[in-house]
């Protein structure tokens, strides 16, 4: 386990986020692009003490239509108060992906 990183889109990137800040395994990390935390006022009792530390990338395009970018920061700021470090990239693109946003999860792997 220690060698999986979780890595969603969208809802993807939400179930990604849920159960990486929740999994009593130790993980290699999460990213979560185009996507929002859940469930965030439960997050503080719900964490897993074993992924306290656990490596996060986040990535956004600032027109997203489907899940606003103000929503993706305001997840990583909400990651960030409660500890994590969170390396966050946006990107002028809608919902979907793009070539250096794909290029920067190669680099961050």
Same mark, same amino acid.
């Given at each position: 386990?220690d060698?999986?990183?979780?890595?969603? =889109? =969208?809802q993807?990137?939400?179930?990604? +986020?849920?159960?990486?800040?929740?999994?009593?395994?130790?993980?290699?990390?999460?990213v979560?692009?185009? %996507?929002? +935390?859940?469930?965030?006022?439960r997050?503080?009792?719900?964490? =897993?003490?074993?992924?306290?530390? +656990?490596? /996060?990338?986040?990535?956004?395009? %600032?027109?997203d239509? $489907?899940?606003? $970018?103000?929503?993706?920061? !305001? =997840?990583r700021?909400?990651?960030?108060?409660?500890?994590?470090?969170?390396?966050?990239? !946006?990107?002028?693109m809608?919902?979907?992906v793009?070539?250096?946003? /794909?290029?920067?999860?190669?680099?961050?792997?």
């Amino acid at each position: 386990p220690d060698r999986v990183v979780l890595a969603g =889109s =969208s809802q993807g990137g939400a179930v990604a +986020l849920h159960a990486g800040l929740r999994s009593r395994e130790r993980l290699a990390g999460v990213v979560a692009l185009s %996507t929002y +935390l859940p469930f965030r006022s439960r997050l503080q009792a719900e964490v =897993s003490q074993t992924n306290r530390d +656990l490596p /996060i990338l986040m990535c956004h395009g %600032t027109a997203d239509p $489907v899940v606003s $970018v103000e929503l993706g920061q !305001a =997840s990583r700021d909400v990651l960030k108060e409660h500890g994590y470090e969170v390396e966050w990239h !946006a990107y002028p693109m809608g919902h979907e992906v793009c070539l250096p946003e /794909i290029q920067q999860v190669s680099r961050w792997l």
